[in-house]
């Protein structure tokens, strides 16, 4: 057995686990390489012409301050994303990512009006983001299903016409509904028919809450609109008794710690809530939130979750558990994807030394 003077298990072991990402946005997760090609094939212009000084323009996984400036880098990412062929290269290149890190299952969302500025409609923007999706399964094996999202800074009547979408595409790749955007000063009631919608056709829902703003924000989320699960939920911890609530019900959270602290939202990482809500026993994921602009891959999450916030090697093999048990799937997929999980998470002994005399041991001869 190797001693592991460090006591931490090393990013290469957090990339050979299986994983789930149920937060990741598709105009987060580009290739720096294809925004760069798809602007200079379709005459877009771009804040940098090098793959250094586009990451400097649209401050790549710096703290930005705020949420609105966070999302500030996707009017670069939407600008190269209104062609089917360039939604089904980036579909598939984010499968394609996804696959090299061991992610099993995905949950990709995005706003299908955000890519009709050159007249794509909106049932183009969806198939074609299917396609590449569908392709990257076909080739390396990840499985992956949308959430499209309305957005809370535009108007409930495109809310619900994306609801409408998730509906029409339901059981064809389609399996929730979400609103995204800036959360202060834009309520989650406002877009309620578009929710109602969905829950009426029995389409999950999932919310961006708790972040931006505070507790009475994940309250509406879960109250008001029917939300199954909450996208990061950081300020959850403000309010006991909703914390208790949604412990109790099960809602998992959809945590994102690199990107809160990107947006503000979260001081630090050794700040993060992620770690008092695993303890208290409430159902955590974590997530990447967007690939590009947080610089991040669900492997590296996990692994800083165990740097930084001092989680266990043990703590995170539940918290990958708990992405498959919170997985928008039926509910016999999910025991097949569990039963298979939890066997390979078995191999992986919870003593980090262990850990590291596997990682160290010379591969068998072929």
Avoid at 127 to 148: D, K, P, T
Avoid at 308 to 313: A, I, K, P, R, Y
Wanted: glycine content about 6%; aromatic content about 6%; proline content about 4%.
């Amino acid at each position: 057995m190797l001693a592991n003077p460090t006591n931490t298990v090393p990013l290469a072991v957090f990339e050979k686990l299986p994983k789930t990402d149920l937060h990741v946005h598709l105009d987060g997760s580009l290739r720096l390489s294809t925004i760069l090609d798809l602007g200079e094939r379709y005459k877009v212009a771009l804040p940098g012409d090098n793959p250094d000084s586009l990451r400097k323009a649209m401050h790549i996984g710096e703290n930005c301050g705020s949420l609105v400036e966070y999302l500030k880098a996707f009017d670069v990412t939407l600008s190269v994303m209104q062609t089917e062929e360039s939604l089904r290269r980036i579909a598939f290149e984010l499968g394609e990512d996804a696959a090299r890190e061991n992610v099993r299952y995905m949950e990709v969302r995005y706003a299908p009006m955000l890519h009709t500025r050159r007249g794509l409609k909106l049932t183009t923007v969806v198939e074609a983001v299917l396609e590449g999706l569908r392709a990257a399964r076909e080739r390396y094996g990840v499985e992956s299903n949308v959430i499209l999202c309305g957005i809370r800074n535009v108007s409930p009547e495109i809310s619900l016409e994306m609801a409408e979408l998730a509906v029409a595409y339901k059981g064809r790749g389609v399996v929730g509904f979400d609103l995204a955007g800036a959360e202060y000063d834009h309520p989650a009631k406002h877009h309620k028919a578009a929710f109602q919608l969905v829950r009426d056709n029995n389409i999950n829902v999932t919310i961006h809450a708790g972040e931006a703003y505070g507790p009475e924000s994940i309250a509406q989320a879960i109250h008001v609109c029917g939300a199954h699960r909450i996208g990061h939920g950081c300020r959850l911890r403000e309010n006991g008794d909703l914390l208790h609530y949604v412990n109790d019900h099960r809602i998992p959270l959809e945590c994102c710690p690199s990107s809160n602290v990107q947006t503000g939202a979260i001081r630090e990482l050794s700040a993060h809530p992620l770690k008092l809500y695993k303890n208290l026993g409430l159902r955590v994921t974590d997530t990447t939130d967007g690939r590009l602009v947080t610089d991040t891959t669900v492997s590296r999450e996990l692994w800083l979750c165990h740097t930084e916030m001092g989680l266990s090697f043990s703590d995170l093999k539940q918290i990958i558990l708990s992405g498959f048990k919170s997985a928008f799937l039926p509910f016999h997929e999910k025991q097949q994807y569990l039963r298979k999980v939890s066997e390979e998470l078995a191999a992986f002994s919870d003593d980090v030394d262990d850990v590291m005399a596997l990682q160290s041991s010379p591969a068998p001869a072929e």
